[in-house]
């Protein structure tokens, strides 16, 4: 293990008194010791480790330190931390934490959808898939609502569509008709001569 620097050992002692330190700090002083310094004291710290020093023990600790919410998992470029960061905060509402994570894979996609319909929104459109739609439609708690995040081409899939109106009726889904707008009728008022 690297042995901290004068100016290192500095930072840190002065991030116990001052929990602003860190943000203040120039970039060429974010060194990976003071960051990983920064980021156990608070979580939220991560936003502001350099790119060049960001690393999975850095997010790892910020992801388990005492200050942080499930803000931070989408300042968290690892797939695999993210999952972490999923698991750590469970006792949030799914669709809130995928709307902070980057849905990467199919295993994700699944695991999303599985904890709450609503999140077939948040997969990218090439991760959506028949089953993933099915999946979508089966969750307990599926609602009408969910035929509007399947995309149109599984719209008519006659398996996706079959599930579908088995579960919410013969028409999932009705379009609403926008009703076209006109001006009012003009009045014939009184002419004031």
């Known amino acids: ?3 901290l620097t004068d100016r290192e050992k500095w930072d840190i002692e002065k991030m116990a008194g001052n929990k602003d330190h860190y943000y203040f700090l120039p970039e060429h002083r974010r060194t990976a010791a003071v960051s990983m310094a920064a980021v156990t004291a608070d979580g939220n710290n991560l936003e502001y480790v350099p790119e060049t020093v960001i690393n999975k023990d850095i997010c790892r600790a910020a992801l388990w330190s005492k200050k ?3 803000t931070i998992l989408s300042q968290i470029p690892f797939h695999s931390i993210q999952k972490e960061g999923i ?3 469970s006792d949030v509402p799914a669709f809130v934490l995928y709307s902070f994570v980057d849905i990467r ?3 994700m996609a699944q695991e999303a959808v599985k904890a709450e319909p609503y999140c077939l929104q948040l997969v990218p459109d090439k991760l959506i898939t028949t089953d993933l739609c099915k999946l979508a439609i089966q969750n307990k ?5 969910v035929w509007e995040f399947i995309p149109e081409r599984f719209q008519n ?3 996706v569509k079959k599930m579908a ?3 919410f009726g013969s028409n999932p889904v009705q379009k609403e008709t926008k009703k076209e ?3 009012p009728e003009k009045k014939k008022g009184r002419s004031v001569s």
């Open 105 to 107: 894979d199919t295993q």
């Open 181 to 183: 707008i006109s001006p």
């Open 1 to 3: 293990m690297n042995t």
């Open 68 to 70: 942080v919410d499930c």
């Open 141 to 145: 708690s599926a609602d009408k609502k």
């Open 87 to 89: 698991q750590r905060f």
């Open 165 to 167: 109106e088995e579960k």
């Open 157 to 159: 899939n006659p398996g």
